[in-house]
């Protein structure tokens, strides 16, 4: 699935001062991806606050989403859970028209076994008429889906088409990526170890940090993807300070303080998440002036 490799994006929800969504910011932000080269976004991901949007603000957010994109980029929604007849049940009664494919989150909180985990997305894989990206990030599920879980349902299933794997764990990644089926996708979900992924074989990044300098993310994904690693790298020394700061109070307030920075939204998230301290605004405000600075 060539739509799907390189640089993906976990686009943010912004709100305005009193936490409403603001739309406008939203388009605005979708404009700087595509105008500076990422290949597809991820609409209601993780980092995109769903889980304290209302049902019908998720519905407003695609809409404007795909208004904007207007077909330029694929897009992936994110449809997750840990209910799996809720998630089925959605899968089967919306309309998935405009997006490319679905990312779907291991169950979290309940902690299936691994027989759960391969259940669950064999009920999700049987029901969409898209095709799935699995999500492995166990720091937010409390579960890590092992690499023969991974495998057996790359194998088992057609439209399982390959992994978003957040585990922070290269050998993990490095594992599944020896054994996978030619075509199956393994996707870093992690910004910090996305270029070593790529080197050993990844089809590249669903990235945070990447919605905040798009083009430069971007370009040093690329150059990863050509086996250009010596320039790669460089450009990671670069940015890898930006990455750690982005997520030192977590995700998206440090991704927000960042857009704020560069005057594409601003940087309020909803509770129980709070936005950036000013001890962070101000070293991410630094990161940015040096790293122009730096490049002119």
């Known amino acids: ?59 407003k957010v695609k809409e404007t989403i795909v208004a904007v994109t207007r077909k330029r980029v694929p897009l992936v929604l994110g449809l997750g859970g840990n209910n799996t007849m809720g998630v089925v049940e959605a899968v089967k009664s919306l309309d998935l028209s405009a997006y490319d494919a679905i990312l ?41 889906m092992t690499p023969k879980t991974v495998l057996r349902l790359a194998n088992n299933f057609e439209n399982i088409i390959g992994i978003k794997e957040a585990a922070g764990d290269l050998a993990q990644a490095k594992e599944i990526l020896a054994n ?34 798009p083009k430069d993310f971007s370009d040093l994904t690329d150059l990863g993807l050509k086996g250009k690693s010596e320039e790669a790298l460089a450009m990671l020394d670069s940015i890898k300070a930006g990455v750690a700061l982005i997520f030192e109070e977590g995700n998206p307030a440090g991704i927000k303080s960042l857009l704020k920075k560069i005057n594409i939204c601003g940087d309020q998230v909803r509770l129980p998440l709070v936005k950036a301290t000013t001890v962070l605004e101000r070293k991410i405000a630094k990161f940015i002036d040096e790293y122009y600075n730096c490049k002119r």
């Open 104 to 144: 779907s989150v291991s169950p979290y909180y309940n902690r299936p076994t691994q027989e759960g985990i391969f259940q669950h997305f064999k009920a999700i894989a049987a029901a969409s008429p898209l095709p799935v990206i699995l999500y492995n990030v166990p720091g937010r599920t409390a579960q890590n």
């Open 180 to 213: 996978k089926p030619e075509k199956f996708l393994v996707i870093s979900g992690d910004d910090m170890i996305a270029l070593p992924m790529i080197l050993e074989g990844g089809a590249g990044v669903i990235s945070v940090i990447g919605q905040g300098l």
């Open 1 to 59: 699935m060539e739509k799907f490799v390189g640089t993906g994006i976990a686009l943010i929800t912004p709100f305005k001062e009193d936490t409403s969504v603001d739309y406008d910011a939203l388009g605005k932000l979708v404009e700087f991806q595509i105008k500076n080269g990422v290949d597809y976004l991820v609409v209601l991901g993780t980092t995109g606050e769903p889980a304290t949007l209302t049902i019908e603000e998720q519905e």
